[in-house]
């Protein structure tokens, strides 16, 4: 079954192999809609988030990913790994979290950003 067909609506773009995230660790991705920051969990999950920093939008290619949480590289800002929610400072804009699937090991992104 093809992507689309699981996705209705289409949207989906390919980025890189799984293998080629580090488990625990990220692999940031330009693609022509934006850059987004992939990161897969010492779990086998990934994620995506759009590569700019929420707060003045540098780009997130140095973030020092650890096991819970993400850290912009200008300001320090600290967001949860696991839905990127910003805890340092707290209540800040989230990081702007992309609807991922994974399909014959290669990872896709949703164009649109997931709610
Ligand atoms: S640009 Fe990322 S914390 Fe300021």
Redesign the pocket.
């Known amino acids: 079954m093809s992507l689309a067909a699981q996705a209705p609506g289409g949207g989906w773009v390919r980025t890189v192999p799984v293998a080629d995230v580090p488990a625990g660790g990220a692999l940031a991705v330009d693609l022509d809609e934006g850059g987004v920051l992939l990161i897969r969990t010492r779990r086998g999950r990934v994620l995506a988030y759009d590569i700019a ?1 929420p ?4 780009r997130l290619d140095a973030a020092r990913v650890g096991r819970w949480h993400l850290t ?1 590289p ?4 600290r967001f949860r790994v696991s839905d990127g929610m910003c805890v340092r400072p707290r209540g800040r804009r989230p990081l702007r979290a992309c609807e991922v699937r994974v399909l014959d090991g290669v990872i896709y992104v949703s164009a649109s950003e997931k709610d």
């Open positions: 920093c707060h003045l939008g540098a912009c200008v300001h320090a800002y």
